[in-house]
C-alpha cells in the first residue's frame, strides 16, 4: 500500500473523532474537514491519473529532456474535492441557528441569517460555474476571448448578492488627492461594480497566464491562500461583529482550498506527475475573487497579486500583438551547456573583441558555441558550473521507489534525465511586430527587463518571450526547472510581505 493511502486510512478516523468532539465550532470542523478534503486529494489524484489518460486528457511534459505523457486536468479532481467539502460544511457553519421552534417565530431570539447564506451560496455557484467552464477550457482549447467573457458569467452570482446584500460602492479619497476632488469619499456608482467584475477576470487569468513549469501555478495560489489566511487569523477577534465575520467566511473558503492545493501540489512539484490544467487556475482565481469581494479587501488582495499584475503588464505587448506571441511561451531546455548565454558572450569578446554572439549556423541563442582561442578559457569556467550546478540537482533529485504492490512513487520514470535539465529563456522573433511593440521592447531593454538580440547592423532580431518565468532566467542565467518554481514562489512570499507591510505600515500615510 502506498504511503498516501496508508496515511489517509491512519488519519481519517482521528479527524471524523475531531470533527464530532468539535461540532459547535465551526472554525475547528472547517479545519479538520479541510485536512480530510487535502488527503483526499491525496489518494484521488494517482487514483484518477490512467484513467484521464485514457480519455485523452494528457499531454506531453515539454520541460524534459524525455517528453513524459502526464495526466492533464487533475486540477478538476481538487476542485470537486473542494466544493464536496464545502457543501458539507454548509450545515455546520449555520448550526447556531438551528432552534428548536420555528425560525421565523416572533418567539425566536435568533432569526436565520439567511443573507449570510446567500453570500456562501453565490460564492459556491461561481467557483462551481468556473470549474465547469476551466474543464471546458482544457478539453476544448477556448480561444482567449472566452477566456474573458466566462469569469464575467460566473461572477455575475457574487455580484448580485454584494448589490443587494452590501450595495457599498463608495470609496476613500487618498489624502493627496482630497484637494483635486474637494471631498475624502467619491461614490463610483456602477463603475464600482465594474470593477469588481473585472477583478474577478484579471484573478482567474492571472494566475493562468503565470504557468508552464511544474508546480508554479499551485505554489503560488497557495502562497496567496497562507497569506490571507494569516491576515484572517491575525484580525478575526477585532471585537467587531461584521468584521469579524468576513475574515471567517474568508476563512470558511480557503482553508479547504488550502488542503486540496497542498496535496494536488505535492504531485504537480518537480518533476511532475500529472498537470493541473486550466481548470486549477481559474478555480483559484475565482476563489481569491470571491474572498476579496465579499470579504470587502480587494484592495489588499491586489496588493497579493503584485507579481501577477507585472507579469500582465510585462507580457502586454505578446498578449495584445504587439509583439508575436508563440502558442506556447514557457522556457525551454539547454540540457548539454549550463553555461549561462550573457556569460559566454561577455567572455568570447574578452578573448577576440570583434567576436559577436549571434545566432549563426554555429550555435542558437539557447546554446551557444565557442570556438577557436576561446575554448581554452572556458573550458575550466563551463566544467565548474556544470559540475557545481548536476551536484545541487543530484542532492535535491528524487529517486524512483517502488511500493510493496508494485505501484511507481511520485518520481517520474526516468529521474536521471531531470537531473541535467536546465531552463533557458524562450525567444521570439520581430517578424509582424507593430511599431508600438518595437517601441516597449526597447523600453525594456533600456530598463535591463529584456534580453534583445541584434544583428551586426544593430537591428533587433529577437527578444526573449516576455513572462515573468523567462525574465528571471533572463536575470539570474540558466536554472533547473525546481529552481526557477522555487525563484518565483519566493517573490511570491517577498511580495506578501511587502503587502502587508504597504497595508498596516504605509496605509495611513494616503488614507486617515
Not at 380 to 409: L, P, W, Y
Request: with cysteine; proline share 5%.
Amino acid at each position: 500500500m502506498a504511503l498516501h493511502n496508508k496515511v489517509t486510512l491512519a488519519s481519517t478516523p482521528v479527524l471524523l473523532a475531531l470533527m464530532w468532539q468539535l461540532r459547535n465550532e465551526p472554525l475547528a470542523v472547517c479545519t479538520c474537514g479541510s485536512i480530510l478534503a487535502g488527503l483526499a486529494t491525496w489518494c484521488l489524484v494517482p487514483a484518477a491519473e490512467n484513467t484521464f489518460k485514457r480519455v485523452g486528457l494528457s499531454g506531453k511534459d515539454m520541460s524534459k529532456p524525455t517528453h513524459p505523457m502526464l495526466a492533464e486536468s487533475m486540477g478538476v479532481v481538487a476542485a470537486t474535492i473542494y466544493l464536496i467539502a464545502t457543501f458539507l460544511f454548509i450545515p455546520v457553519q449555520f448550526r447556531s441557528w438551528w432552534p428548536a421552534q420555528d425560525p421565523h417565530s416572533p418567539h425566536n431570539p435568533r432569526v436565520f441569517s439567511f443573507d449570510r447564506l446567500g453570500e456562501y451560496l453565490s460564492a459556491l455557484l461561481s467557483l462551481q460555474s468556473m470549474v465547469f467552464l476551466g474543464f471546458a477550457d482544457d478539453v476544448f482549447d477556448l480561444r482567449w476571448r472566452f477566456k474573458l467573457l466566462l469569469p464575467t458569467i460566473a461572477s455575475i452570482p457574487i455580484l448580485i448578492v454584494y448589490y443587494v446584500g452590501y450595495g457599498v460602492t463608495h470609496v476613500v479619497v487618498p489624502v493627496f488627492m482630497r484637494p483635486l476632488l474637494g471631498t475624502h469619499i467619491v461614490d463610483l456608482g456602477t463603475l464600482y461594480y465594474v470593477y469588481i467584475g473585472l477583478m474577478a477576470v484579471f484573478c482567474t487569468n492571472a494566475i493562468n497566464i503565470l504557468a508552464g513549469i511544474n508546480g508554479v501555478e499551485v505554489g503560488q495560489s497557495i502562497v496567496i491562500a497562507l497569506s490571507i489566511i494569516a491576515k484572517d487569523i491575525a484580525n478575526v477577534n477585532s471585537g467587531n461583529a461584521e468584521s469579524e465575520y468576513n475574515h471567517l467566511f474568508t476563512l470558511y473558503l480557503l482553508l479547504p482550498f488550502v488542503g486540496v492545493s497542498s496535496a494536488l501540489y505535492y504531485w504537480n512539484v518537480y518533476p511532475a506527475r500529472v498537470f493541473v490544467g486550466d481548470t486549477y487556475c481559474y478555480f483559484a482565481g475565482m476563489t481569491f475573487a470571491v474572498c476579496g469581494i465579499l470579504g470587502h479587501f480587494s484592495k489588499t488582495l491586489l496588493l497579493l497579486f503584485l507579481p501577477q499584475v507585472f507579469n500582465f503588464v510585462y507580457s502586454a505587448p505578446q498578449i495584445f500583438g504587439l509583439v508575436p506571441c508563440p502558442r506556447h511561451r514557457l522556457p525551454k531546455m539547454a540540457v548539454d551547456n549550463p553555461l549561462p548565454r550573457r556569460l559566454v558572450s561577455r567572455l568570447r569578446q574578452e578573448v577576440d573583441p570583434d567576436q559577436r554572439s549571434d545566432s549563426s549556423s554555429e550555435g542558437s541563442p539557447a546554446n551557444p558555441v565557442v570556438d577557436g582561442d576561446a575554448v581554452g578559457t572556458l573550458s575550466g569556467v563551463h566544467q565548474a558550473i556544470s559540475t557545481a550546478m548536476t551536484s545541487f540537482s543530484k542532492g535535491k533529485g528524487r529517486r524512483t521507489k517502488r511500493s510493496a504492490s508494485g505501484r511507481r512513487s511520485r518520481s517520474a520514470s526516468a529521474p536521471s534525465a531531470h537531473l541535467s535539465a536546465y531552463m533557458v529563456a524562450s525567444r521570439t522573433t520581430f517578424e509582424g511586430a507593430r511599431p508600438l511593440g518595437l517601441a516597449i521592447v526597447r523600453l525594456y531593454e533600456f530598463l535591463g527587463i529584456a534580453d534583445v538580440e541584434r544583428d551586426d547592423q544593430g537591428n533587433m532580431i529577437s527578444v526573449n518571450n516576455l513572462t515573468l518565468l523567462n525574465l528571471v532566467l533572463v536575470l539570474r542565467g540558466r536554472l533547473t526547472e525546481s529552481q526557477l518554481n522555487n525563484c518565483i514562489l519566493l517573490i511570491q512570499i517577498l511580495n506578501s510581505l511587502l503587502a502587508f507591510f504597504i497595508r498596516y505600515r504605509l496605509s495611513h500615510l494616503f488614507y486617515f
